[in-house]
């Protein structure tokens, strides 16, 4: 995220603890000059008359409280911020998210069974401003052409971003509902059982259950996206119906994790992710995204005591460009690959010399599905790789000509199955 010398201006005054006033006229201008806001979408000094006071500033569905010094008015931030959020979510019916802050420390709320829980925070470092820029749009969901770099994949969607957290609250409710019907037990215990195959011994959990969960609604989220395909029925989409009807097979199936649309909470929770999901722009991906949030939702401490450890990008794309000579002739296997990242380089890498070399546009789909093939024990792993690199992979880096439309044209038209073993 690159930033003007006035935002970086901005950012070292708010880290000197400017006073409340200064904070709330720094947030503002922060919020017109980087985010691109319209100042009739700001709204500062609003009265709420029910709880006695006067919110500092409310932007779509954020409240901000501005403090002199944080810690110093911590009591009173407790006191307030729960009424603000409770005033708000009882007026727009819809789930609002409280920041607090005195320009250096940043600290996010939101109101859980009716209790003020902090979600996350963070000490501004204006020699880092796009950590922190990226960190304010993950918590207040400005911008809607995020970059599908690392750092804004994590923010936004890893383990400590707003949404994971607002998700995996929504996932714990949904299984305490759910935990007792029959076809939704089921599915588990099919997930169970397949990690303990995977790793030799149960590690199966809630947490570990609602992360998978997450983890594969995203990467359908993602396809979806990537194949330019709007469809409402979050069922439709996790099944991989939605797919089918556009005549690609076996990229979207039905699987463990479609327990979550049993109920219309969970319904509404798979549309929400859908929608933020699309705020990135996913054609300009260069990297495993996927990979990046699976490292983040899952400890590393967990990951590697279960012998799971990822190749970094650039290490499987440079591996790829020198053990493959000539990517339209050699056949390319990863026996374990994971989440895909060798075989995502592997179809750019191929598609890169077919459009050198003039292989026909309406060939290049069914050769490179002849030529690259990977397989994995690990069932989220072999979610992730079909439904993600399915059609991500097809999408060119920048500079290069596009190609979603030729990879549905010819898996609509070979019926050509993108498989993997579970």
Known sequence: MIHSPRTTDLLRHLAQRPGHDEVKADFRQLLIEEFGVQLHDLDFERRVPEVKGRLDALIGRTVLEAKKNLDQEWADVLRRMPDYLADREREEREKFVGIASDGLKWVVFERSGGELVKVKETILDPDKGEVFLAWLDGAVALKSALPPDPLTVRIELGGDSVAFRRANEKLAALWAKLRNDSTVILKRQLWAQLLKLVYGREVESDQLFFQHTFLVVVAKAI???????????????LSGRRFEASGILGAVESDFFDWIVADAEGIDLVRRIVTHVRRFKLRDVQTDILKILYE???DRDERHGLGEYYT??????KVVRNAVSSPHEQRVLDPACGSGTFLFHAIRHYLKEAE???VPLDSMAAEATALIAGLDIHPVAVIIARDFHSGLSWRRPAGHRQYGSLARLRLRRHQTYITGSA
Request: hydrophobic share 55%.
């Open 312 to 317: 970094p990008d650039w290490l499987a794309a």
């Open 223 to 237: 396809a979806l996206a990537v194949l330019d395909m709007n469809e409402d029925d979050p069922a439709r989409i």
């Open 296 to 298: 983040s939702l899952i």
């Open 356 to 358: 050198d070399i003039d």
